[in-house]
């Protein structure tokens, strides 16, 4: 049952309690005092009597201000004993009935010091419970509700049904403060294992494995019932290998083999260039690597990081690169307790759990970093994209739109193209109203954009002379298309605005294809290899060295992740894995060869993107 409506379902019970006198007969007091139906029937009831009998016709009437003063009256007239107990109980259930919940649970307690052997203490037990309950006191509503449980052993079996319901409702919807409180509350009854059962997951959940030994091992010290004993001797074996973790040995979770082992290998590459096995210097830190291959496959992964920290009791895990598989990994580094340091750009990955880092660059970073530069620095104000109709164009060309409109420019132009087509003349000739219809403001645009000499020698524009509309144009695209995309915006005469791209624009292939058309284009960078830091400089000369060729912005990825995890493990004192994770969070910094590596509160990576642009045929440093 819901917590909320258990709660809202128990208030209305205290709301909708009958206002019908509910007489019972003292057994054992008959001798010695006139039952409540006798007082109020005799032909001289007392003060006490005729107050009570007018606040119960006052309660029947809805008058329940005024029934409350006339019980209160009544109990200053020191009435007849067998009456006195009926009429505090109805004094505290108008209380409550009036939302006066303190002040009823005032009554009722003392109620209960005085009248424990009463008929009516059932109901007042239950009332009180109700009272903290509309309070929102679901420790104080579990101690009476407990109490009412032990009241009931002579009772109907479905009433003591009903009220253990009510605690299990209490229990699973109580937090780990509210739980705490209650486990002295509960000492010496049957829920007190339940409850420590119920604290174990809780922070078990939340990382706190530590803490969810201790509720463990309470469970088992709570109880004689061998159920139970049972039970948490299997929580104590299930933490035994969630608890110890191998601070030297580290998990890598890659694709190395199958479509995307390419980039899996790369990634390696740079993880063991971080562990200086390329500079003839042994393993720093001593650290070893346990490597699983994911095959960039879902359905491997479980399996992958059970082995990783049960068999192998790494202390972190590096990967996995494709996004469904870094989901599935995210799903079970929360569930086993690890962390996980993902390199992917799969949106929301860090919301998975608290266990979940990334350190890769996304889009939204890099589209904000981009449209950020543009627009403080070059002065963008209106825009135009040019996106394939994918679900990564689609994406980045949202991105960018909210971006641009963010920072009070505007996009202008959309056009969308097939992400198998090669000729771009029809979206490029729409974009820039090449042979269209022509509007008098554009015109006057373009006459601005002009110098003397050519609008003299223009008196009136043709119909193939393009209308540039915009300041800058968008092309979230793989470099490949664009070096047939950017040479048909100059065959088109599509010149002077500022073209903008994405990462994967980011290869020595497009600058060699079309480096001539792209001069003074921007984009944005998560690694470059020409970056003036003497880190990058080893890194890139020591990569080339190995393996013939530039590290890519994978390898650097690697580099960093594995660098910040062997400063941690080396200087800081780090046993666990939640420690781990709370050194993650709390490092100011790792001087990586991509840049700073900090990771802000939900683990993202607290750095936005290197802006490169082409000067030259060549790429540098905005």
């Not at 260039?273 to 359905?299: F, H, I, R």
Request: charged share 25%; with cysteine; net charge negative.
């Amino acid at each position: 049952m819901i917590l909320t409506g258990f709660l809202n379902k128990r208030a209305a019970l205290v709301l909708k309690m009958g206002v019908a006198l509910l007489l019972f007969g003292c057994s054992g007091e008959a001798g010695r005092f006139l039952t409540p139906e006798r007082i109020l029937q005799s032909e001289r009831p007392t003060k006490g009597a005729q107050l009570f009998q007018e606040a119960l016709s006052k309660a029947r009437s809805g008058s329940y201000a005024e029934a409350i003063k006339l019980l209160r009256e009544a109990l200053l007239t020191s009435p007849d004993p067998a009456i006195l107990p009926d009429i505090k109980y109805h004094l505290g259930r108008l209380l409550a009935r009036t939302g006066a919940y303190r002040n009823s649970i005032k009554v009722l307690e003392d109620w209960d010091e005085k009248f424990a052997g009463h008929p009516l203490r059932g109901q007042v037990l239950n009332l009180i419970a109700s009272n903290y309950l509309a309070l929102g006191d679901l420790p104080q509503a579990f101690q009476w509700l407990v109490k009412l449980r032990d009241h009931q052993e002579t009772a109907a079996p479905h009433q003591v049904e009903d009220t253990e319901e009510k605690i299990e409702s209490i229990i699973n919807g109580m937090g780990t403060k509210e739980l705490e409180q209650t486990v002295n509350i509960a000492s010496g009854t049957d829920y007190a294992p339940v409850i420590h059962y119920r604290l174990y997951h809780l922070y078990k959940e939340g990382g706190d494995l530590v803490k969810a030994r201790e509720m463990a091992m309470a469970l088992v010290r709570s109880t004689d019932d061998q159920y139970w004993v049972s039970v948490g001797r299997g929580l104590l074996e299930e933490l035994s290998w969630l608890l110890f973790a191998d601070k030297n040995k580290i998990g890598c979770l890659l694709p190395l083999s199958g479509p995307f082992a390419i980039y899996g290998q790369e990634v390696l590459r740079g993880i063991e260039m971080g562990l200086g096995l390329y500079q003839n210097q042994g393993p720093a830190a001593s650290l070893e690597l346990v490597l699983e291959d994911t095959e960039a496959k879902e359905e491997t992964v479980e399996g992958a990081m059970r082995r990783l920290v049960q068999e192998e009791k790494v202390i972190a895990i590096i990967g996995p690169l494709r996004g469904v598989v870094a989901e599935a990994a995210a799903r079970e580094a929360e569930a086993q307790g690890v962390p996980l340091i993902v390199i992917s750009q799969r949106p929301g990955i860090t919301k998975m759990g608290r266990m979940v880092f990334r350190n890769f660059l996304t889009p939204d970073a890099e589209v904000g970093g981009l449209v950020k530069l543009a627009v403080e620095e070059l002065g963008v104000k209106r825009g135009a994209i040019l996106y394939p109709d994918t679900g990564y164009g689609q994406t980045l060309a949202g991105l960018f739109e909210a971006e641009l409109t963010k920072m009070g420019g505007k996009v202008v132009v959309k056009e969308s193209y097939d992400p198998k087509q090669t000729d771009f003349a029809e979206q490029i000739k729409k974009m820039a109203l090449i042979g269209g219809p022509r509007e008098k403001g554009l015109l006057e645009q373009l006459s601005l954009t002009r110098s003397p000499e050519e609008e003299e020698a223009r008196v009136m524009p043709s119909k193939t002379d393009p209308i540039i509309d915009f300041d800058a144009i968008f092309i979230p695209d793989h470099y490949e298309r664009i070096a047939m995309i950017v040479p048909q915006l100059i065959y088109h005469e599509v010149r002077g605005p500022i073209i903008l791209g994405t990462s994967t624009w980011q290869s020595e292939k497009l600058l060699d294809l079309a480096g001539e058309y792209l001069e003074g284009a921007l984009i944005p960078s998560g690694f470059f290899p020409g970056a003036n830091r003497q880190s990058t400089k080893d890194f890139v000369e020591g990569y080339k060295e190995a393996f013939g060729a530039l590290p890519s912005v994978l390898a650097a990825c690697g580099c960093d992740t594995i660098g910040i995890l062997k400063e941690i493990l080396s200087k800081d004192a780090v046993e666990t894995r939640k420690e781990l994770q709370q050194a993650l969070l709390n490092h100011p910094g790792f001087d990586g060869v991509s840049g700073l590596v900090k990771f802000d509160g939900s683990g993202e990576l607290a750095r936005g993107p290197l802006l490169l642009t082409v000067s030259r045929g060549r790429f540098v440093p905005f």
